[in-house]
């Protein structure tokens, strides 16, 4: 049983960029699949798939890079973790690298990005930031 579904996508994800490889495969959930779903629609990755193999889903995250190789993710961090949970009202919300970066708050209307929180005045758990 994984205690940290989050930091496994992030540690995967990262694996994957530093190994260079053009997709990284994770068991699937809906948390998951709402956070991925949020870095496509930044521009940090280029695609993802979600497929069924026997009775667990595998989310396929297909990774982006520019120029010569160079990944376009730089780096991830997980921000409320199990064993200390972070909470930020909308006017509270950081930005990462003064808004060159993103971070995924789940909300009590889903999952959103820090920017969309904010203009929807909604506070919540701020789940892991990407840049």
Avoid: F
Avoid at 87 to 93: D, F, L, N, P, T
Avoid at 96 to 125: F, H
């Amino acid at each position: 049983m994984m205690t940290d579904p989050i930091s496994d996508l992030l540690t995967r994800v990262r694996n994957g960029v530093q190994a260079k490889q053009p997709k990284v495969d994770i068991p699937a959930s809906e948390l998951k699949v709402a956070i991925v779903d949020l870095w496509k629609r930044g521009g940090y990755i280029k695609n993802y798939k979600l497929y069924q193999q026997e009775k667990r889903g595998v989310l396929r995250i297909y990774l982006k890079y520019v120029g010569k190789g160079e990944p376009v993710i730089q780096g991830l961090r997980r921000v409320s973790k199990p064993s200390r949970r972070v909470y930020a009202s909308y006017h509270k919300i950081p930005k990462v690298l003064n808004g060159l970066g993103m971070s995924a708050v789940s909300t009590s209307k889903g999952v959103l990005n820090d920017e969309a929180a904010r203009e929807s005045k909604i506070g919540g758990e701020i789940l892991c930031s990407i840049w």
